[in-house]
């Protein structure tokens, strides 16, 4: 399978479909959600988005289905270009598709040894060798910090800056013994996953794709239309709380006269949804997804 889907149901229903209505979703990816979608939607239309020319391969054939083979940052240039003034409702999966994961030579993972690439899109220029071999100590170890939130990250630092000096970083082998002294004995998975997401994060700029989308995609939604996102770090997941609550991910709230925040968003869930025992047995990428809706309160 291309990528399981996360929270599929609640996802759906969160998104509160309406026949005819206008949704976009953000990531396409295996195009679970997509098809998901375009089967409730009825003479509706769905624009999809995905920067990787490999989720192009599972593009279904369907009239109502515009895909889109671009960043999600852009989304109020696409949507403009196209015509599109409002919307009814979009949906986000971020982080990796399982896809990313299981093919080696995408270099995302470290259980294989294949060359440490991480491009969402493999066009773009910058690919995590550049940064392992380029960036400055003092910016490696800001990296590892601000993404991995990792306290021994000035180590990390210095210990690949040591590495690259005797022979050129290429591979996710090369890394992964370049950092050795610096993993921990216990919870060595879960350190290397960390230490991936930042190099990963700094690769794709995720966190200002996803800073430009959700501020992009509020200034078409109609009163009533739903933000569906799936957050599966804590980076990612603050900056969507923020945006739910206040209206910007930093968190800077306005009050009315009454001291009661001013936000154009209502949370639909005041508790985070979070996949079953079951779910996450099956599926060991939904053990850290949460899932956070939010609905327009005015129009666009």
Do not use: W
């Amino acid at each position: 399978m291309y990528h399981r889907p996360v929270l599929m149901e609640e996802s759906l229903n969160g998104l509160n479909i309406q026949q005819g209505g206008t949704y976009i979703d953000f990531t396409y990816g295996g195009g679970g959600h997509s098809k998901a979608i375009l089967e409730r939607l009825g003479e509706g239309r769905l624009i999809a988005f995905d920067q990787d020319p490999d989720a192009e391969k599972n593009i279904v054939r369907d009239e109502h289905l515009l895909f889109i083979r671009g960043n999600f940052r852009y989304v109020r240039n696409y949507l403009r270009y196209y015509g599109i003034t409002s919307i009814h409702g979009a949906l986000a999966d971020l982080g990796v598709s399982s896809h990313h994961f299981d093919v080696a030579e995408r270099g995302f993972s470290f259980r294989f040894d294949s060359k440490i690439d991480m491009r969402m899109n493999p066009e773009a220029a910058k690919s995590a060798v550049d940064i392992l071999n380029q960036y400055l100590e003092e910016d490696l170890k800001t990296l590892f910090s601000r993404y991995g939130e990792l306290k021994n990250a000035g180590r990390l630092a210095e210990a690949v800056y040591g590495a690259r000096k005797r022979s050129k970083i290429m591979t996710t082998g090369q890394f992964v013994k370049a950092i050795q002294g610096c993993i921990p004995v216990r919870g060595q998975q879960k350190y290397l996953a960390k230490v991936f997401q930042a190099l990963r994060i700094e690769v794709n700029d995720e966190l200002e794709s996803l800073k430009q989308m959700l501020e992009g995609t509020i200034s078409f939604m109609n009163r009533g239309a739903r933000l569906v996102i799936l957050t599966y770090n804590s980076l990612e997941d603050r900056m969507v709380k923020h945006f739910f609550r206040t209206g910007n991910v930093e968190g800077i709230t306005e009050k009315d006269f009454y001291g009661n925040v001013v936000s154009p968003l209502r949370q639909v869930n005041r508790n985070i949804i979070r996949p079953g025992m079951e779910e996450t047995a099956q599926n060991p990428r939904a053990r850290s997804a949460k899932l956070r809706i939010a609905e327009k309160l005015t129009d666009s």
